[in-house]
């Protein structure tokens, strides 16, 4: 089976010029995900399309543009045809926002710590409770169709974040050449051998061939948890 694993290998030099370039790819073509803030709205994720002063686009690829309005110290959210506007106190160290809705109700959102909390006109925590029917998320009949504190989110950049964890994009390169190496290398699954300890409590210390085969199978196991590492750069 290890001779198995020998003719299916592919030499090196085209292994490690493959993970080069793709490598170069992914990186180019996730440069913008990493960079540009963005926000999420019901499930969208939406980052800056046109700033034009007072009136800022944003754009999603799976919905319709949303435009905020600048009348300090008021902003106005337009989406789909409503506008919903977002007023901040003065207050530096107590910063809050009024958020009043196209039917009248109006809202509180508290920033503690940078994170948004929302309160109702009774002055009780506000969570929007969406439910799942036939596998598409329905609202109640009391739930305004965005919550208060993303509407704060979408008015405000400050609140706008770089999405993705790109450190784990380098870690993922890091597990796949390991993993290569651990598949193809005799040299370095004895190296491995030999930094494992294992040898102390063996008395005649040398890889077995069952070993050197589960080298390789441990290097194609990581190649493949490399490849799911790097998924999670986008999560």
Known sequence: MASLFKKASIPSYLFFASVIVV?????????????????????HRYTLDRDQ????TYRSGSAGPVQVRIDEPSRTVLID??????????????????????????FEVQDQSHLLLSFDEKGELYFPITVSVDGQSARGDDEEAYSP???????????????????????ALGLMIYG?????????????????????????PEPSD??????????????????WVAFQAYG
Request: proline share 6%; with cysteine.
């Open 210 to 227: 069952f070993y050197y085969f589960m080298c390789k199978v441990g290097g194609i196991l990581v190649m493949i948890f490399s490849v």
């Open 81 to 106: 045809s409503q506008a919903y506007t977002v007023v901040k106190n003065s207050d530096p160290y107590n910063i809050k926002y009024s958020v009043s809705y196209p039917d009248g109700r109006r």
């Open 53 to 56: 002063g007072n009136l800022v």
């Open 180 to 204: 290569w190496c651990g598949f193809r290398y005799r040299k370095f699954q004895e190296v491995s051998f030999w930094l494992s300890l294992k040898w102390i409590w063996v008395e005649d």
């Open 23 to 43: 490598a170069a790819i992914v990186a180019i073509l996730s440069k913008p995900y990493f960079t540009e803030p963005a926000f999420d709205l019901n499930g």
């Open 149 to 171: 504190a993303a509407l704060v989110t979408t008015a405000y950049p400050e609140y706008h974040e770089k999405p993705g964890a790109p450190g784990f994009l380098f870690l």
